[in-house]
């Protein structure tokens, strides 16, 4: 199984960022994909950087949180990247109307362009969507990210997303949050969406599923999400890791 999404570049793990991946591989963990974000200091680089150490897929993009902070520069920089070997993916981009950290309409116009650069750089997309879900669909559309194909990442969405994303062909990955009380709506989703579209993901640190609620999450935990969705899926662990691996593979295979 492959551990779709996390931050291992962050700071919370530059105190044991090899032991967390060497717990990973012991417990199945074949790969994992860090979600690099912009660094105020250097930009991508950070990510790409730990990526290239560790032998690990990378991602760069402009998150919905630091729309406010996109420039020229940066844009130029993201293509330029997406001609590096380890990076697999242009993410994550979209739309965060639950926190609203940049203003809406930044969010917007950052997200647009940046499924516009996925297209011509030839990339598939990760996708990070908060109540903002007929939004994200109608600008996955209209700018035409059915030719690149992507994930929404960390599903939080309503059945409506899931049908939207799986027509255009993208992926549903689920988190620890499909664990929590009160996610029948995820969780729907994750008993119905088809074997071969469904990712696994940790988004570490954040979300720590059950029983390590409260912890610093880590890529090893991935495995309690697969046991949750395959026991919605009235599935074997083994079966549902399985499929996420293989999915993961045919998604961020390089064009
Ligand atoms: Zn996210
Ligand atoms: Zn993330």
């Known amino acids: 199984m492959i551990d779709s999404h996390c931050h291992i570049d962050m700071p919370a793990f530059d105190q ?6 060497a717990r990973a591989r012991e417990a199945g963990v074949a790969s994992m994909l ?19 150490a560790l032998g690990l897929p990378v991602s760069a993009g402009i998150h919905p949180h630091e729309a406010k902070l996109a420039t020229e520069a940066i844009y130029e920089e993201l293509k330029g990247l997406a001609r590096e070997r380890r990076i697999v993916a242009v993410g994550e981009i979209g739309l965060d109307f639950h926190y609203d950290y940049s203003p809406r309409a930044v969010q ?15 990339l598939p997309l990760i996708v990070h969507t908060r109540e903002a879900d007929e939004e994200t669909a109608s600008i996955l559309e209209e700018e035409g990210a059915k030719e690149t194909g992507g994930v929404i990442h960390c599903f939080t969405g309503g059945e409506e997303l899931a049908r939207h994303a799986l027509a255009l062909g993208f992926y549903i990955s689920f988190s620890g949050i499909v664990g929590f009380p009160r996610s029948e709506t995820i969780q729907a989703v994750a008993r119905t969406v088809p074997e071969d579209r ?23 935990f991935v495995v309690e999400i697969a046991r949750k969705v395959a026991g919605l899926r009235g599935d074997t662990l083994e079966a549902v890791g399985a499929a996420s691996g293989r999915n993961f593979e045919r998604l961020f295979r390089r064009r």
């Open 108 to 122: 917007r116009e950052v997200f647009r362009r940046q499924v516009r650069l996925a297209r011509e750089v030839g």
């Open 34 to 52: 860090i979600a690099g974000g912009v660094d105020a200091e250097d930009g991508h680089r950070r990510a790409v950087r730990i990526a290239e």
């Open 16 to 21: 044991d960022r090899d032991a967390v991946v």
């Open 198 to 220: 469904l990712l696994l993901e940790t988004d570490s640190p954040f979300l720590a599923p059950p029983p390590h609620r409260g912890k610093r999450n880590e890529p090893a």
